[in-house]
């Protein structure tokens, strides 16, 4: 069986800063210790929610730094402009996945260009 070959534009210097503060064994940890607490009955399967580590963004900063209006930005990204605009002022909190998707972009703006070509 072949090996996945990942491919990446950012060094190994910059991926291993942007996860400098990702705890990944403390993550696992975690999950263990919740899913022991389910099999013993001392967690419920109706309160027993996945926890997340997500990473942490800027919206309005990453928007403007990649000189994009909220329109551009929301087109890219799938969502209205009024979307966006709730990110920014703190009024609602983008999805894990639309969190993720930015914080690629702000790790590597060529992004940008693929993804506009699909809009």
Same mark, same amino acid.
């Given at each position: 069986?072949?090996?996945?070959?990942?491919?990446?534009?950012?060094?190994?210097?910059? +991926?291993?800063?942007?996860?400098?503060?990702?705890?990944?064994?403390?993550?696992?940890?975690?999950?263990?210790?919740?899913?022991?607490?389910?099999?013993?009955?001392?967690?419920?399967?109706?309160?027993?929610?996945?926890?997340?580590?997500?990473?942490? +963004?800027? +919206?309005?900063?990453?928007?403007?730094?990649?000189?994009?209006?909220?329109?551009?930005?929301?087109?890219?990204?799938?969502?209205?402009?009024?979307?966006?605009?709730?990110?920014?002022?703190?009024?609602?909190?983008?999805?894990?996945?639309?969190?993720?998707?930015?914080?690629? +972009?702000?790790?590597?703006?060529?992004?940008?260009?693929?993804?506009?070509?699909?809009?």
């Amino acid at each position: 069986m072949r090996e996945p070959k990942f491919v990446s534009k950012l060094s190994e210097e910059e +991926i291993a800063e942007n996860f400098k503060d990702v705890d990944f064994f403390s993550g696992i940890m975690e999950g263990l210790e919740e899913a022991l607490a389910y099999e013993k009955g001392s967690a419920k399967a109706a309160t027993f929610v996945r926890k997340r580590s997500l990473p942490e +963004i800027d +919206i309005a900063k990453t928007r403007k730094e990649l000189c994009l209006s909220q329109k551009a930005f929301a087109a890219i990204l799938g969502v209205s402009p009024r979307t966006v605009e709730a990110w920014e002022i703190r009024k609602s909190n983008p999805s894990p996945t639309a969190r993720n998707l930015i914080f690629l +972009i702000q790790s590597d703006p060529s992004l940008i260009s693929k993804l506009q070509a699909h809009y």
